[in-house]
Each structure stands twice: as C-alpha cells, then as structure tokens.
C-alpha cells in the first residue's frame, strides 16, 4: 500500500502551489503591515518600500515561499536524502512557513530565508568535489546577503564553518574563500554607505541595537504558547528520531544530515541578534524541520499513522490561525 502522502498525484507543484495560497490566503484577504524601524537592514526597507503595497508584499511572499519549498525539496532529492521521489519536503516546508498567523506579511525572514537555503545547498554541493572553490565563495556569499535582510542569520556563518569540517576535510583555504565570500557583499554595503555617509547610522541601529538579550519571544498571548510548544515538539521528536534518520545510509548522506541537526543547534543562540524578537523568529527552524519530518513520516511503517500526522499538522495549523487566540 502506498501513502497518499508520497504519491505525486497529491503532492505536485500544482497542489503545492495551491497549499501555499491557501494556507496564507488570510494574509491576501486582510493584508498585515510590517513596521519598518532603524532596527531594519536598510536593504530591506528599500525592497519593502518598492513594493509599494501590503497586498503586493504578501503575494510575494507566497511566491518567494513556494519557490523556497521547491529549493528544499529538490535539495533533499538531489542529496539523497529522501528514500523515494517526493514533495514532502516541499509540503512540511509551506505548512511550517504558515503556522504563525502574523507571518502573513511580508518579513524579513522570509527573503532572508532564499539565500540561507541557497547557501547550505551550495555547501552540499562541495562533498568530494576537488574544485569546489566556487561553492565556498557562493555559500558565504549567500549567506552574507541572507544577513543584510535579517541580521540573525549572521551566526549561522559559524554553521557554514561547522559545515565545511563536516562535509570535507580541514582546509584553511577554504576558511577564507568562505569569509572572501561573505565579506564581499558587507564591502559593497560599506562603500555605499560610506559614499552616502550613513555608514554610522547603519552599525548602530542595525548592527549593536539588535545584539540584545531577548525578552518576550512569546509575545504574551495563549497562540504564542501554543505555537511554540508545537515547533518544540517537533524539534524533540526529530533529534529523538535522529539514529533513524541515519540508519542505512551512506557516508555522504549521514554528513549532510548532521548539518540539518547542526542547523536546529545554531538557531538557538540567533535570538540575541534581533531587538524585535517574536514568536515569528522561530520560523528559522522551518528549512531543517521539513526535511526532517520528510524522513521521518517516510520510514514510519503504519502508513495511516503517517497521514494522520501530517492531517493533524494541518489541524494545528488552522486552530493557531482561527481558534486560539
């Protein structure tokens, strides 16, 4: 008996693309404003102020978010990670993305999240690959650009590091194509800012104010809770599943999974690098946790089991946007 779950009839890019305006269409009907502040990249202010309207920003990030689930799904395909062709991935991904109703908006995280995706694909890529140069210098590059839109991204350049020393062996050249890499964007910036003399503004209110000790990630309400302990869980569950998730696989394979691991480990301190923490920041979990719950629904044998799972995710998610408040 096969899973509806991992059949392509249910899961394609069609259906994708429809979960992903449905779960968010709350955001289309009544549109969410983001409250720009001096905390904000500038880079990001500019795009958000480009797009002119709330209406426009929350399509595209239903859009950016779609393209993002197809990135984590093909990664996972591409990597081996997934037993069999599938969009489970891609599935977790949009479903996690839509679980904090007030992420119906267009928020830094989000951008940020295509080029950290981006730059952990390029880091995939360097396994035994003798002239993986120009990896390296994608993946910091990314990386760099990830941190201009949403500043905690900026600790996630020591899980590159980690990356590169898990995936290949110790190469200090390659510690410095990486930081070439991620310094090259920042240069750019600084020219510009330097140019425009609002170089000082910008370290002061984007870089120190944001490194704060953080306060209120729960933003004070039941939802916020309940949302959190059900992130949590799925955390708990995946690293409890993690002898699972490497049983019968291949070095290569085992590697990269680590890195997923090291992905949940590296969010952690990423809460002291944004003043405007909120239970929205947990989101950063979502890329690791939609591959990992991909491998776990995967090699659960009791099949109904494992679409009641992702049934019951889905029912969460609707009780978080329209029942607990």
């Not at 890019?13 to 905390?39: D, K, M, N, Q, T």
């Not at 350049?157 to 050249?173: G, Q």
């Not at 490194?211 to 409890?240: C, E, R, Y």
Request: glycine letters at 4%; hydrophobic letters at 60%.
């Amino acid at each position: 008996m096969i899973s509806l779950l991992q059949t392509n009839l249910f899961l394609s890019p069609f259906f994708l693309a429809g979960l992903a305006i449905v779960v968010r269409i709350v955001g289309i009907i009544r549109p969410l404003s983001y409250e720009l502040s001096a905390s904000d990249s500038p880079v990001f202010a500019a795009i958000y102020n480009f797009l002119g309207t709330d209406t426009l920003r929350v399509i595209i990030s239903i859009l950016l978010i779609y393209i993002q689930a197809i990135m984590v799904n093909r990664m996972a395909l591409k990597n081996k990670l997934m037993r069999s062709p599938n969009y489970l991935p891609a599935f977790f991904y949009i479903l996690i993305m839509s679980f904090v109703p007030q992420f119906q908006q267009f928020h830094p995280l989000i951008l940020a999240n295509t080029f950290f995706i981006l730059a952990i694909g390029e880091l995939f890529k360097t396994y035994k690959n003798p002239n993986a140069a120009k990896n390296i210098f994608n993946a910091g590059l990314f990386l760099s650009v990830a941190v201009l839109m949403y500043l905690p991204f900026i600790f996630m350049y020591l899980l590159c590091s980690l990356a590169l020393l898990l995936i290949r062996s110790y190469n200090i050249l390659e510690r410095v194509q990486l930081f070439v890499g991620f310094a090259s964007t920042l240069i750019l910036l600084v020219y510009w800012l330097l140019y425009t003399d609002k170089l000082e503004g910008f370290v002061s209110a984007y870089v120190l104010d944001n490194f704060t000790i953080p306060s209120n990630i729960f933003s004070g309400s039941q939802q916020g809770f309940v949302i959190l302990a059900i992130l949590v869980a799925l955390v708990v569950i995946n690293v409890l599943y993690y002898r699972g998730a490497i049983a019968k696989k291949g070095i290569q394979v085992e590697k990269k999974i680590d890195v997923l691991y090291w992905i949940l480990i590296m969010s952690i301190p990423t809460v002291f690098f944004w003043s405007k923490l909120d239970i929205l920041h947990t989101l950063i979990l979502a890329f690791p946790l939609s591959i990992m719950l991909s491998m776990l629904i995967q090699n659960i044998r009791n099949i109904a089991f494992s679409e009641l799972l992702a049934l019951s995710l889905i029912g969460l998610l609707f009780s978080c946007h329209f029942l607990i408040s």
